[in-house]
């Protein structure tokens, strides 16, 4: 499992300068609103994952009256073996990623050496927002789980592009058979990946007796067409409504994760600390599913669980979360309240004040 075992960085928001040690297992990290808590993590993420999980614009991050930001990670798979070094540089034009010194394309690269699950304020959003949040909790999971998953997305959203443009341009079915073709094959890929991922997801959550307080938690996929209907032949039914609409009603980018307690969607009869709670086990679910199907344990990075949890649901959350995370990192504006909730003992702590983060023991 990988551990992000040092981590250094220049100019990233109020963080202006940064290197710290951190510990294998769980890491917390204290301070007040506006220190830079939430920065630590985005910054981690980044180094797994390229992106940032507030933003997609770098000038947002690079710390103000700076150029460029600059993150490098010491990421070891084993205890016995050799450190491999990550880096990641942006400008607002452009991304450099490097791993042991060489330069990288593909941002994807970082994740092989460093997988990574954040829980951050977007993620609280999963059962309110749109259904792509939801769906795109599926498809990270199985970016690391299935090795050429992302070559398949790629591959599902270009005939997309492809099939969408010639219903713009009022092509007629001839013309855009070879689209419907390659997005029918690449879309059952898609379904067949998507619906096992789910099929985990829920083992995971009956076999964890702590997420059903409330009731039976489930996972409902739907897969974007009639359940009853053939991809192919749907797509070349549907082409004169399509090419009115412009656009490609049917297919997996129309998928849908249902969020279910005893039967219900869960986004209608859940308070939000208890929607809170079902969230920390969706995404607990995904780590398990990324562990199981890789082998390794994703780092986890868990932001400021304890608003709007009572001390027991926060208890309830961190156990969900931490019972099959590797390394975790997670963050407290008060120390009590998380220490009280804590199921395993923490092995670092850090303090951050105005953007410097130090080592520090936990104020009673
Ligand atoms: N590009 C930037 N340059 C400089 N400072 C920035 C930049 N972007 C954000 N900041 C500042 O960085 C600080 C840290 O923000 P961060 O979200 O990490 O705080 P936090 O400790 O998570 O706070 P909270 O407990 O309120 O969530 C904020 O004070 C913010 O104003
Ligand atoms: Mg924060």
Known sequence: MPILERLSARNFRIIRELDLDFAAGLNVVEGRNGSGKTSLLEMIYLLGTGKSFRTSRAADYISANEQR????????????????????????????????????????????????????????????????????????????????????????????????????????????????????????????????????????????????????????YRQGWRADGDLRQLLAEAWPRDVESRTTQSGPHRAELKILLDGRPAANVVSRGQGKLLICALVAAQVSFIAHGTGRRPALLVDDIGSELDRDSCAAALSLLLSDAGQAFVTTIEAAPLLAALPIAHEAWFHVERGTIAPARPAS
């Open 69 to 220: 930001t600059l993150i490098t990670g010491s990421v070891r798979e084993s205890p016995d073996s050799r450190p491999s070094m990550l880096g990641i540089e942006k400008s607002s034009q452009d991304t450099l990623c490097r791993i042991d010194g060489q330069t990288v394309t593909a941002a994807s690269e970082l994740a092989r050496h460093f997988s990574v699950v954040s829980l951050d304020a977007q993620a609280f959003r999963i059962m309110d927002d749109g259904p792509a949040i939801r769906r795109s909790l599926i498809d990270r999971a199985l970016f690391h789980v299935e090795p050429n998953y992302l070559e398949i997305y790629k591959r599902f959203h270009r005939a997309l592009r492809s099939r969408n443009e010639l219903l713009k341009q009022g092509a007629t079915l001839a013309e855009g058979e070879y689209w419907n073709e390659q997005l029918a094959e690449q879309a059952l890929a898609l379904d067949l990946a998507r619906k096992h991922c789910v099929a985990g997801f829920n083992a995971w959550v009956n076999g964890a007796p702590s997420a059903a307080q409330w009731g039976q938690v489930s996972f409902e």
